[in-house]
T-cell receptor
C-alpha cells in the first residue's frame, strides 16, 4: 500500500518561507507526486504536482531529488490564510491516491 | 475550471435509513472517487470508478455501495446507515492517473 510520511504539524510566522518534506519510499517509476491543501470543512485543493527536479507555480515550489523517495513543498512568504493541512501523495500501484494524515501548518502573526 | 458538485452540504439521517450521496462533475473526467474523512484518520478511500458502470473497492468499502450509470455522476449509497458512518464525505474526479484530483466541497453526514 502506497504510504507517505510527513510531520504531523509545523509552526511558522507570517512572511517566512515554509518547507514541508514528505517521504515516499515505495514510489513507482511512473508515479507523479502531488500536494494538496485543505481548510476546515472544505475539500482538499490541488496545489502542485511534479515528477522530478523542481516545479514552480504561482503559489508554491516542489523539489524532488533524483531518487524521488522524498519531496519538499516550499511556500514562500506565508500568510495567516496559509494555515491549513497539507497532504502529499502519489499514485501508487493503481489509479487511486492514498492520503496520509497530512501536516497541519499553523501560521502566526 | 473543473467543478465537482456534491448535492448536500449537511445531512442528518436516522439509523437504518438508506442514504444517497450524489456527486456530479462537469469536465468529462473518467475517474471518480469517494472518500470519507474523520479526525485523526485523514482521508480514506471508500470506492472509486474509472468508467461508466465500473467500480472498484477502496480501503473501507464495508457498509457502502456505489453507482455510476452516467460518466458525470457517481453516487455513494449507505444501504442501512449506522452511527459509525457519521463523517465528512468527499467526492473527487480526475482525468487519469497523471493528473491531480478535483474535490467537491464535501457532505457532512450525521447519523442519529
Amino acid at each position: 500500500l502506497a504510504k507517505t510520511t510527513q510531520p504531523i504539524s509545523m509552526d511558522s510566522y507570517e512572511g517566512q518561507e515554509v518547507n514541508i518534506t514528505c517521504s515516499h519510499n515505495n514510489i513507482a517509476t511512473n508515479d507523479y507526486i502531488t500536494w494538496y491543501q485543505q481548510f476546515p470543512s472544505q475539500g482538499p485543493r490541488f496545489i502542485i504536482q511534479g515528477y522530478k527536479t523542481k516545479v514552480t507555480n504561482e503559489v508554491a515550489s516542489l523539489f524532488i531529488p533524483a531518487d524521488r523517495k522524498s519531496s519538499t513543498l516550499s511556500l514562500p512568504r506565508v500568510s495567516l490564510s496559509d494555515t491549513a493541512v497539507y497532504y502529499c501523495l502519489f499514485g501508487g500501484a493503481t489509479n487511486k491516491l492514498i492520503f496520509g494524515t497530512g501536516t497541519l501548518l499553523a501560521v502566526q502573526p | 475550471d473543473v467543478k465537482v458538485t456534491q448535492s448536500s452540504r449537511y445531512l442528518v439521517k436516522r439509523t437504518g435509513e438508506k442514504v444517497f450521496l450524489e456527486c456530479v462533475q462537469d469536465m468529462d473526467h473518467e475517474n471518480m472517487f469517494w472518500y470519507r474523512q474523520d479526525p485523526g484518520l485523514g482521508l480514506r478511500l471508500i470506492y472509486f470508478s474509472y468508467d461508466v458502470k465500473m467500480k472498484e473497492k477502496g480501503d473501507i468499502p464495508e457498509g457502502y455501495s456505489v453507482s455510476r450509470e452516467k460518466k458525470e455522476r457517481f453516487s455513494l449509497i449507505l444501504e442501512s446507515a449506522s452511527t459509525n458512518q457519521t463523517s465528512m464525505y468527499l467526492c473527487a474526479s480526475r482525468i487519469d492517473r497523471n493528473y491531480g484530483y478535483t474535490f467537491g466541497s464535501g457532505t457532512r453526514l450525521t447519523v442519529v
